[in-house]
């Protein structure tokens, strides 16, 4: 497949990374063609490094060469079947350049904007074509976390959505659907939470940020590259989230008016979350989940301890 990239910042690189180790071929645009030029040795370099922890999949020159700079817009939507816009955070911006991804894009094209916050609905209502329009929001930089958003608006197609899945899910990445417009997804709803707290850590005297970030790197980060909270919630004392949720949620809560929020957690909402977590983790098996948690984080240890 064609993949167009249109931006060649740190992640339209990145993404134009994911799609050519993918097999895809990639035309990569910019209007700025310094940063264009620019952006061929940022990608081989970064294939390099990648390389050397046998993270690329193929020759690194076969990967570069899938990669081609597009002279103009025109050229790099031509006979493209997906494309991931990757142009700075403003609705104006990203306005005016769907409109002209919409008018020239083949009409079968999907439409992806790797926008960190904006709705969709607020850049691309008002396009002919808006039903074959969605965000796509990686994490950064993508070709090392997987995961990738699909934010699409009321009015994008189920269709296009299914195609997008299919197309990154073929590509190495793990594609989540976010069943709601909302400013931020989840991804930085969640970074946004965790963010708000700490600036107030510090504000408060409670913490430096050299020991938030401490806290972090060496605590939550790890505990979470492995599993999710509620995962870890369930695997964090006996009687799993349902137990957690009855001994922590009053602490939290209180945490949370602290900050001027009210936002319980109901026991119709720790049911729901309970049900879902209990299908991936059978409460039966949890000294086996346990272990397997700990087999994942001792790998990971083990990683951190090798020299690079």
Same mark, same amino acid.
């Given at each position: 497949m064609k993949i167009a990239v249109i931006g060649a910042?740190?992640?339209?690189?990145? +993404? =134009?990374? @994911?799609?050519a180790r993918a097999g895809h071929g990639v035309a990569l645009y910019d209007v700025d063609a310094d940063r264009a030029a620019a952006a061929f040795g940022e990608i081989g370099r970064r294939l390099l490094r990648l390389d050397e922890h046998d993270l690329v999949g193929d020759e690194v020159t076969a990967v570069l060469g899938r990669v081609t700079a597009a002279a103009s817009l025109d050229d790099a939507l031509e006979s493209a079947v997906y494309v991931q816009e990757c142009v700075i955070e403003s609705v104006e911006v990203k306005r005016s350049l769907f409109a002209e991804l919409d008018r020239l894009a083949a009409p079968e094209a999907v439409l992806a904007s790797s926008t960190s916050m904006i709705p969709c609905s607020r850049f691309a !209502?008002?396009? *002919?074509?808006? !039903?074959?329009c969605l965000v796509v929001h990686p994490g950064n930089p993508p070709y090392l976390l997987p995961i990738a958003e699909l934010a699409p608006a009321p009015f994008t197609d189920s269709e296009i959505v299914d195609r997008a899945r299919e197309l990154l899910t073929a590509s190495g990445m793990v594609p989540v659907l976010v069943g709601k417009e909302n400013e931020g997804f989840i991804f930085n709803r969640l970074q946004g939470a965790l963010l708000r707290e700490a600036y107030c850590l510090v504000r408060d005297g409670i913490a430096s940020p050299q020991d938030v970030d401490l806290v972090v790197s060496n605590g939550l980060g790890r505990r979470w590259a492995v599993l999710g909270p509620f995962a870890t919630a369930e695997l964090n004392t006996r009687g799993g989230i349902e137990r957690h949720a009855e001994v922590m949620g009053p602490a939290y809560a209180r945490m949370g008016a602290?900050?001027?929020? #009210? $936002? *319980? +957690? %109901?026991?119709?909402?720790?049911?729901? @979350?309970? =049900?879902?977590? #209990?299908? !991936?983790? %059978? %409460? &039966?098996? +949890?000294? &086996? #989940? @346990? $272990?397997?948690? $700990?087999? =994942?984080?001792?790998?990971? &240890?083990?990683a951190r301890r090798s020299p690079a």
């Open positions: 910042g740190s992640i339209g690189v990145a +993404w =134009a990374i @994911v799609f !209502a008002d396009l *002919p074509g808006r !039903a074959r602290e900050r001027g929020q #009210h $936002d *319980p +957690w %109901p026991p119709d909402l720790v049911a729901r @979350v309970v =049900a879902a977590i #209990h299908e !991936a983790l %059978p %409460p &039966e098996d +949890w000294a &086996e #989940h @346990v $272990d397997q948690r $700990d087999l =994942a984080l001792m790998k990971l &240890e083990r």
